[in-house]
């Protein structure tokens, strides 16, 4: 065995080595069986979330340190379980790897995953580990939530406002400037720096919760409408006004973007990134007027009222200052997994 610890790779310790490793970031009390075993409280319903990443897809070593491939993968499925109105439990780690991974990179990249799941008091519960010829990270997320505080998408009505709780193209920005650093060069460093963060470090909005459902006065008499942004905010509203069977009109000049876009991009980039950029991990909700303002109020800066639910089936784009000519919003204007 290669005695140079931080050079070793996955294929001279073997898949037990391996895992031996790995237990020292779960629980001590929680691993060794087949299963996970968790307790959750009276009256409340699991939530379960899967999320799949893959190296060149999803993270990259140009763009993203393997704590940071860790984080933002505990993050992408916190951020689901927020969605959904429920808090986390734990999760289950099913990781695919060639032989030749170092052993430390693996080891960093769980290290990402425990500091933001240590935020929540999250442990990793289990998982398992195979061989791949690329490495493949698949996290399944549990979580909990009152069954009369379940966010679901189906759940907009006509005359709902669509609130975000927060800038939206940040993460974009934040890829684009790791990609081609030579761009942005009118971005102050601390400007750049939160670009890049929120690429590399989102965060996960179950911070919202507690404030909706004090804003709300749980029980709410009817289900509340929501997912995150992950995909981006087009395809966000796009998917709830699906599955709600309702249509969406969007205010142009109320889509929260970050500041230092008025120092680099264009309107139209702006919007771009905005609508289209993705991995923002925001909360996008429809709630009636009154306690949509107070959310907004609650919540600060970034969070906004960025249009409201209408009748029909068209998610509409619309410019008071004419700026912009209205447009239709759609999911292929977003990213495809399958796109050719």
Known sequence: MNSDLSSQQVKDIGE????????????????????????????????????????????????TSPEDAGWRAATA??????????????ITVGLGL?????????????QGMTECLQKYNTSIVGGD??????????????GQVNPNQIIRRS??????????????????AGLELLLHPELGQNLKDAERTALILAHQRPQPRLDVLPILWK????????????????DGLADAIIQICRASRVGAILEHRQIPVPVAFDH???????????????????LVLCLPQEPALA????????????GSITSGSTVLLHDEQKKFPDQVLSLSQGFQHFAQ
Do not use: K
């Not at 629980?27 to 990443?53: K, M, N, R, Y």
């Not at 060639?98 to 769980?110: D, I």
């Not at 680099?264 to 925001?282: I, K, N, S």
């Open 16 to 63: 037990q080595g391996l895992l031996e490793r790995l237990q020292r970031f779960c629980p001590p009390e929680i691993i060794g069986d087949d299963a996970a075993v968790l307790e959750t409280a009276p009256e409340q319903f699991l939530v379960v979330t899967t999320d799949v990443l893959v190296d060149g897809v999803h993270f990259s070593n140009l763009t």
């Open 77 to 90: 499925n916190l951020s689901d379980l927020a969605a959904m109105g429920a808090y986390p439990l734990g």
């Open 98 to 110: 060639p032989g030749e991974v170092r052993v430390s990179w693996v080891e960093r990249l769980y």
């Open 129 to 142: 580990v195979v061989r791949s010829p690329v490495t493949t990270l698949a996290i399944t997320a549990f």
């Open 155 to 172: 759940a907009a009505v006509v005359g709902n406002a669509i609130v975000v709780t927060g800038v939206h193209g940040a993460s974009r």
């Open 215 to 230: 804003i709300l006065v749980s029980p709410y008499p009817r289900p509340i409408a929501g997912m995150d942004s992950s």
């Open 264 to 282: 680099w991009l264009t309107p139209e980039q702006a919007l771009a990134y905005a609508l289209y950029g993705g991995e923002d991990f925001e």
């Open 295 to 306: 959310l907004v109020q609650h919540l600060g800066q970034g969070a906004a009222i960025v």
